[in-house]
Structures are given as structure tokens and as C-alpha cells.
Nanobody, 117 residues
């Protein structure tokens, strides 16, 4: 079974940058993989998704400020110009059935990102 583990979260000031990493172990045929986030009291939202062919999509909330990339057994999210509203738990997720991360079944435990002055 596929297992995911995120790292790289932390506390930064507005305008700062972070690089999140998701390491995957085990196996699942993956159609798409991506990053989601959830802030307290808010619904979970997709930040970025990459299909197995490499094409990527970015959610409106962070488009232009994040870049998703894939390496051997890892999925990275480069984030820049962070804002206080980006404070959330960030999750890595893999979808073994659909493109564009529409129904991911595999989730990591999350990594906290906090942006404040």
C-alpha cells in the first residue's frame, strides 16, 4: 500500500518562502498527485495537482506563487510570497483512479504552514 509523508512546513513571515516535500513509499498506480490545504474552520482546497504525464493545474488561491514538481519518490511544492491567509495544514495526496486529483485515496498526515509577522 502506498504511504505518504510530508515535510518542510514551518513558520514564516509574510512574503517568505517554503518548500514542501512529500515522500512516497510502497506502490499504487497513480493517475495524479497533488497538494491540498485546510485552514481551521474552512473546507479543504486543492493547491496544485500534477497528472502522471506531467501536466499541472494550480488552484486560484495560490496560482502564480506555487510550483509543483515530481522527482523519484517525491512530490514537491515550492511556495513563495506567502501570505497570512496561506496558514493551513498542507496535505499530499495521490489519486489511483482519476486525473486532476479528483478523488485521491492516499493521504499523508500533513505538515503545518504558518504565516505571520
Amino acid at each position: 500500500r502506498l504511504q505518504l509523508e510530508e515535510s518542510g512546513g514551518g513558520s514564516v513571515k509574510p512574503g517568505g518562502s517554503l518548500r514542501l516535500t512529500c515522500v512516497d513509499s510502497g506502490y499504487a498506480y497513480t493517475y495524479s498527485m497533488g497538494w491540498f490545504r485546510q485552514a481551521p474552520g474552512k473546507e479543504r482546497e486543492q493547491v496544485a495537482c500534477m497528472n502522471k504525464e506531467g501536466d499541472a493545474h494550480y488552484g486560484l488561491s495560490m496560482a502564480g506563487r506555487v510550483t509543483i514538481s515530481r522527482g523519484p519518490n517525491r512530490l514537491d511544492l515550492e511556495m513563495k510570497n506567502l501570505r497570512s491567509e496561506d496558514t493551513a495544514m498542507y496535505y499530499c495526496a495521490f489519486d489511483d483512479k482519476k486525473y486532476w486529483c479528483l478523488s485521491p485515496d492516499y493521504w499523508g498526515p500533513g505538515t503545518q504552514v504558518s504565516v505571520s509577522s
